[in-house]
Structures are given as structure tokens and as C-alpha cells.
């Protein structure tokens, strides 16, 4: 995720200095009162929470675990799934090198994106099973199940551990080119996003 706009901390200081100021009036309140104005408080701030997630920009990638070269790239907006982005970032990916495995983490699980990665486009796929439905015996579908067996030891284990290497990616993005977008709409924050993975990569490729 990436912040919607350019936010100054020393203003979101003294906010917080504030509320504990008004917190602490509160209390010289009767009982009573004090839990009706922090059960009204907590659903404003949930509801103004609500509201900024749904305008942040979020940026999905498929990246190549050695040289932190992004392969494909989805721009989006809010936090909603990640499942839907599996198929389409790895066939963007394929198109520009060959892959045997892709790596996710478990907001990429579903039985239908194994399906897709293993027979349609012949790349293993190692995602954790731990979201969705799961049965009284463990997850469901066949590949979800393997993964489960596969992933608690051994090779795969080793393996998926390089995942983390698109934390990394996500991290060197946001120090070379700050992690708020600065266009206003949010056509403008998703051209923002790509143009920074297109920056992304030509830094690397200069330094190689």
C-alpha cells in the first residue's frame, strides 16, 4: 500500500497530542458518560479509517527473487483481495522470461490459481493455504491440501522463503521514491505507481 497523498507528521503529532488532552478531560466525566462518548469515538474513528483505506493506492508485483527486477505490475485502488491479481500478474510475467516456480503469500491462496499456474501455464505455484474455507481435515482442493503437507518442512520450505525478496522490492521503492503518490484521482495515482516500477527497474539495470 501506498499513502494517498503527502501527510506532515508533526501535524499527526500534535492531532494525537490533542486527543489525549480531550481524553484526559473525559475522564474527570461521570462513568456513564465517558463510555457513551468512547463507543461514539470509536466508531467515528472506524468509519474515517474506512473511508481512507478505500482510497489508498495499492501496487500488486511479480518480481524476479535474484535481481529484484519487478516482471509485472498491477495498480490499484483500496485493500479489497489479492487472489484476483495471481493469474494476470503471472502471465504478464511469463511473457517476459521463463519461470518454474512462483511464489505467494497466502492472500494469493485459491484452488483456481494452482490450477491456472500448474496446468495452464505449467509453473509450480507455492502459495500457504490459510485463507478461505478450510474443512474439519485441513483446506480444501488438491493443490491447497498439498500445500500444507509441502510447505511445513523440507525443500519448499527452504524455497519459499525467498519470498520475501518482493518485501524488499517494496522497500526500495518507497526509500528511492517515498511511498506517498502525488497525483489527486486515482487514474493519476495507478499511472504514478507503474512509472515508479518502470524507475525501479531502470535503476537496477544501471547499476548492474
Known amino acids: 500500500m501506498f499513502e494517498s497523498r503527502h501527510v506532515s507528521r508533526h501535524f499527526e503529532k500534535r492531532c494525537k497530542q490533542s486527543q489525549r488532552q480531550a481524553l484526559k478531560k473525559l475522564r474527570r466525566a461521570d462513568a456513564k458518560q465517558l463510555r457513551a462518548l468512547k463507543k461514539a469515538a470509536k466508531i467515528a474513528a472506524n468509519r ?3 473511508s ?3 482510497r489508498l493506492p495499492k501496487l500488486s508485483l511479480a518480481i524476479h527473487a535474484a ?5 509485472a505490475a498491477r495498480a490499484s485502488t483500496g485493500t479489497g483481495a489479492d487472489h484476483p491479481h495471481f493469474v494476470p500478474l503471472l502471465g504478464r510475467a511469463r511473457t517476459r522470461m521463463s519461470l518454474s516456480v ?3 503469500d497466502a492472500g494469493y491462496d485459491s ?3 494452482h490450477r491456472s499456474a500448474r496446468k495452464v501455464m505449467g509453473v509450480r505455484s507455492l502459495i500457504p493455504a490459510t485463507s478461505g474455507r478450510t474443512g474439519a481435515d485441513g483446506p480444501t482442493g488438491h493443490y491447497r491440501r498439498l500445500m500444507r503437507r509441502r510447505l511445513k ?3 519448499d520450505k527452504m524455497r519459499f522463503g525467498q519470498r520475501w525478496q518482493v518485501e524488499t522490492v517494496n522497500s526500495m521503492i518507497k526509500r528511492n521514491m517515498g511511498s506517498a503518490c502525488r497525483s489527486r484521482t486515482p487514474r493519476g495515482r495507478k499511472r504514478d505507481m507503474l512509472l515508479r516500477a518502470i524507475t525501479h527497474n531502470l535503476m537496477i539495470v544501471a547499476n548492474l
Open 48 to 50: 474515517r479509517r474506512a
Open 52 to 54: 481512507v483505506v478505500k
Open 67 to 71: 535481481s529484484h527486477l519487478i516482471l
Open 102 to 104: 512462483a511464489l505467494a
Open 111 to 113: 484452488e483456481a490459481n
Open 153 to 155: 518442512a523440507g525443500a
